[in-house]
């Protein structure tokens, strides 16, 4: 018995019918190339910053007058007559940071709570945008808010021969309620994250809307809650007019917060805005210090995503 065997024969790529052949979409790749555009200059404008901090911090410690140990262990920062320790400025700086982040922590975390938990959806609605409007008060009146408003009111409470008119203190204290907004919408943002489910399994054990708050939705936006601190932290080491306004403008080692002092930022925003020559110890000072708030930053957002990663809860 014979059998015939019939061959197929497979059309090629080419003899695909138009219908079944992938077509381009101009919109997708147009919106694909943008995309990568605004990262690519996202990088490019890192890496330029990196590198004028860089080249002109080299500037600065190729200076004979300049020693590396000196610059991060002595107590003076006076560039004019060769003092070149960084200890002043960066003292002061974790000062008002310090002072600002127990305001600015605590308050926050409660009012995320409070609108996570508490408040009905009308009364978020309103409370929500309210809180925010802090986010856009331009910092140059909050610094004038710091020394017209804060400083009187510390000086009546502890005594004017005790507060200076300017000091780190009012600073930090107005610098605080600056990041209140973000503290708060970051973690607020955070715990209304966490699935319904784990509260309704608490209520159902008999546990009181505290404790579900407190023991099972803000350990499971700990991530998130890590992230909203370590950030607002960041902006507070940033921060320049508040403290180039109302913190001082002489460099002061000192842990008194009743005391002036000037901030890293306040000495870079000073030294900008005078009459320094280029190439000059004080001009190149600038990008040294710079570099040194570019990096403690860098530290801190290397931190943030480590901790992030660490505390992350994953739900389904």
Not at 124 to 135: D, F, G, Y
Not at 260 to 282: F, K
Not at 295 to 312: C, D, E, P, Q
Request: aromatic share 10%; glycine share 8%.
């Amino acid at each position: 018995m014979n059998h015939t065997l019939s061959t197929v024969q497979i059309k090629p790529a080419s003899r695909v019918p138009e219908f079944l052949r992938k077509k381009k979409r101009w919109n997708e790749i147009l919106i694909q190339g943008f995309l990568f555009f605004c990262g690519f200059v996202s990088i490019l404008t890192t890496i330029g910053i990196v590198f004028e901090l860089g080249k002109e911090s080299l500037l600065f410690f190729a200076n004979p007058d300049v020693s590396l140990l000196e610059f991060f262990t002595n107590t003076r920062w006076q560039p004019s007559i060769g003092e070149f320790g960084i200890l002043p400025l960066a003292t002061s700086t974790l000062l008002t940071t310090l002072i600002a982040m127990i305001v600015a922590l605590p308050v926050g975390l409660s009012a995320a709570i409070f609108l996570s938990e508490y408040a009905s959806s009308k009364a978020r609605s309103v409370l929500k945008p309210i809180l925010e409007i802090l986010a856009g008060v331009p910092t140059v009146v909050y610094g004038y808010f710091a020394l017209t408003f804060m400083t009187p009111v510390l000086r009546g409470i502890f005594g004017e021969q005790n507060v200076e008119i300017y000091n780190t203190l009012s600073a930090g204290l107005v610098m605080g309620i600056m990041i209140l907004p973000l503290v708060s919408s970051m973690s607020e943002d955070a715990l209304t994250a966490v699935p319904r489910s784990l509260r309704e399994a608490a209520y159902g054990l008999g546990s009181t809307r505290l404790e579900t708050a407190v023991q099972i939705v803000v350990p499971a936006a700990l991530s998130g809650i890590i992230a909203a601190f370590i950030i607002a932290i960041s902006r507070a080491i940033g921060e320049t007019m508040i403290v180039a306004i109302a913190a001082g403008s002489g460099s002061n080692f000192t842990f008194n917060p009743f005391k002036a002092a000037e901030t890293m930022t306040g000495y870079i925003a000073r030294i900008s805005g005078g009459d320094v020559g280029y190439d000059t110890p004080d001009y190149n000072s600038i990008f040294a210090i710079g570099l040194v708030l570019f990096l403690v930053t860098l530290g801190l957002n290397i931190l943030s995503r480590r901790l992030s990663a660490k505390y992350r809860e994953v739900y389904e």
